[in-house]
């Protein structure tokens, strides 16, 4: 077995590949010697580049062997195929919730502890996630990014564009299991329930 001969001076690092810790000591002077030509983009190693690069290029040399998922990174293929499986090993320690996403757990975890990292700059609302702050924003913009390519509708989010499509094609997804009923919407399904067939308010 090599024995661990190169050691970094700055902390406990230590391995027995000089070239590896040339790559080590750039997490502490900064050093990224990897550049793109095409954008900004500079990381400290060449496989991170290469990566970066395919977003250019738009490869995407990891696919999936049972449907068309495509991707530039082989762990977001990792990630993908436990579609497949179902499997989900990420788990929380404090409930049931498990999950395929590493990325999904830390924000489900964030529910327990109250953490609330992406704050507003308008007002006072935070959330647990990214993509909450971004809807949350689009109150104070009015942006309206999700447009029907059939009429003049917008909306601020992806739902609100789902249901207002089923005007156009007919789609009746929410269907009554005690009567023919169907509608659209789930709200109409909940408030015919309630005056047909007597459903409790909870």
Same mark, same amino acid.
Do not use: M, W
């Given at each position: 077995m090599s024995k661990a001969s190169h050691q970094c001076d700055l902390c406990p690092y230590s391995t027995a590949f000089r070239g590896r810790l040339t790559v080590h000591m750039r997490t502490h002077t900064g050093e990224k010697p990897y550049t793109c030509n095409l954008c900004s983009y500079a990381s400290d190693q060449q496989g991170n580049l290469a990566m970066h690069l395919r977003t250019h290029t738009g490869e995407k040399p990891y696919k999936c062997d049972q449907c068309s998922?495509?991707?530039?990174?082989?762990?977001?293929? *990792?990630? =993908?195929l436990r579609t497949h499986?179902?499997? @989900? !090993?990420? /788990? +929380?320690s404090m409930c049931q919730f498990a999950s395929n996403y590493q990325s999904c757990l *830390?924000? =489900?975890f964030r529910i327990h502890t109250g953490? @609330? !990292?992406? /704050? +507003?700059?308008?007002c006072s609302y935070a959330a647990t996630n990214q993509g909450r702050l971004t809807k949350h924003m689009r109150t104070h913009t009015n942006e309206k990014p999700y447009k +029907?390519?059939?009429?003049?509708?917008?909306?601020?989010e992806s739902s609100?564009?789902?249901?207002?499509?089923?005007?156009?094609?007919?789609?009746?997804?929410?269907? +009554?299991?005690q009567c023919s009923f169907a509608c659209a919407h789930s709200g109409n399904l909940t408030q015919h329930q309630r005056?047909?067939?007597s459903l409790d308010r909870k």
């Open positions: 998922f495509a991707s530039a990174q082989k762990i977001n293929l *990792t990630n =993908h499986t179902n499997e @989900k !090993p990420y /788990k +929380c *830390t924000v =489900h953490q @609330k !990292p992406f /704050k +507003c700059s308008l +029907c390519s059939i009429c003049s509708y917008a909306s601020s609100g564009l789902q249901q207002h499509a089923r005007t156009h094609t007919g789609d009746k997804p929410f269907k +009554c299991l005056s047909r067939h």
